[in-house]
Nanobody, 119 residues
Framework: QVQLVESGGGLVQAGGSLRLSCAISIRSFSLSVVAWFRQAPGKEREIVAAIWWSAGNTYYADSVQGRFTIARDNAKNTVFLQMNSLNSEDTAVYSC????????????WGQGTQVTVSS
């Protein structure tokens, strides 16, 4: 079983920062990749950042490159998303998702956390 719980969302002014956390509970599987997705009203869900659990390699969408940082704490099975220089286009529900070793897609999702950036 894999369970993900996000925290850290909220309301922030444009130019501000937020740090999201994704606490992962996992049994009988090993993590391969953990990613943050977001979905704004009326828009499709998009991947924001991803981190490969073993090697620590990262991926960022062009829209957040240089502003967001994804990191992991292996001992605590937690993934963080540090978001800086936020703007109104970053307003969305942010969800973390996990792919396990042997899996081919992000099969496990958290409930999501709202991030609202006021201009």
């Amino acid at each position: 079983q894999v369970q993900l719980v996000e925290s850290g969302g909220g309301l922030v002014q444009a130019g501000g920062s937020l740090r999201l956390s994704c606490a992962i509970s996992i049994r009988s599987f090993s993590l391969s990749v953990v990613a943050w997705f977001r979905q704004a009203p009326g828009k499709e869900r998009e991947i924001v950042a991803a981190i490969w659990w073993s090697a620590g390699n990262t991926y960022y969408a062009d829209s957040v490159q240089g502003r967001f940082t994804i990191a992991r704490d292996n001992a605590k099975n937690t993934v963080f998303l540090q978001m800086n220089s936020l703007n109104s286009e970053d307003t969305a529900v942010y969800s973390c998702a996990a792919r396990v070793i042997g899996g081919s897609s992000y099969d496990y999702w958290g409930q999501g956390t709202q991030v609202t950036v006021s201009s």
